[in-house]
């Protein structure tokens, strides 16, 4: 089945710790993405990576970071710096960041940090 | 900067009964509007969309309708049944870059 993989489903941690949260995508695609859902608001853009080895700030990118060394992964690290880090994490995917169309959606992994 | 607002927040029909979700988008540079539906512990996934050189789309029960020029655009479900009841979200996107609106929580009542 092609898809995008988030895990865990739900993390905890202590304040203070850093912590990554897991996305893989089969799709083949060059895009990916990652988003901050809070209750109430929309989706909250925090990077993005257009392609293998290069990945861009989105509108809240303090106190996360990412990688992307591989065209499938694109793990996100929630680090201490993070002032309000619990919260609902989205991956998501894209066939191509040039041209706007469908993102395809992770499964989300809850943070909770106390 | 560029936003999408969504109206309302919640809304609470009868089964049966159409609903009709609201956005309006301020980026001209927009062109395309996608609609996704997120069930509850799940990530959201796209149910219908709609690009700036039409000015509706129908598929079966769902819609969306798109004026451009008043920057607005809208999502109708007709004869809602209980497995509609979600979180729909709204977005705008020109280029790579989409905005959310904040959603819509719907409950279906049978």
């Known amino acids: 089945d092609g898809g995008i993989t988030q895990s865990p489903k739900y993390l905890f941690r202590k304040e203070g710790q850093n912590v990554t949260l897991s996305c893989e995508q089969n799709?083949?695609?060059?895009?990916m993405y990652w988003y901050r859902q809070d209750p109430g608001q929309g989706l909250r853009l925090i990077y993005y990576?257009?392609?293998?080895?290069?990945?861009q700030k989105g509108d809240i990118a303090e106190g996360y970071s990412v990688s992307r060394e591989k065209k499938e992964s694109f793990p996100l690290t929630v680090t201490s710096a993070q002032k309000n880090p619990t919260a609902f994490y989205l991956c998501?995917?894209?066939?191509?960041?040039?041209?706007?169309?469908?993102?395809?959606f992770g499964p989300g992994t809850r943070l909770t940090v106390t | 900067g560029e936003n999408v607002e969504q109206h309302p927040s919640t809304l609470s029909v009868q089964e049966g009964d159409s609903a009709v979700i609201k956005c309006t988008y301020s980026?001209?540079?927009?062109?395309?509007f996608p609609w996704y539906k997120q069930e509850l512990g799940k990530g959201p996934q796209l149910i219908i969309d709609?690009?700036?050189?039409?000015g509706e789309k129908k598929d079966q029960r769902i819609a969306v309708t798109l004026n451009k020029t008043a920057k607005h655009f809208s999502l109708h479900i007709t004869e809602t049944q209980p497995e509609d009841s979600a979180v729909y979200f709204c977005?705008?996107?020109?280029?790579?870059?989409?905005?959310f609106g904040a959603g819509t929580r719907l409950f279906v009542k049978a």
């Open positions: 990576s257009q392609i293998v080895n290069d990945f």
């Open positions: 980026d001209s540079a927009s062109n395309y």
């Open positions: 709609i690009r700036s050189n039409v």
């Open positions: 799709l083949n695609h060059d895009a």
């Open positions: 998501a995917s894209s066939p191509s960041w040039t041209g706007a169309g469908e993102q395809y």
């Open positions: 977005a705008a996107s020109g280029g790579f870059k989409t905005i």
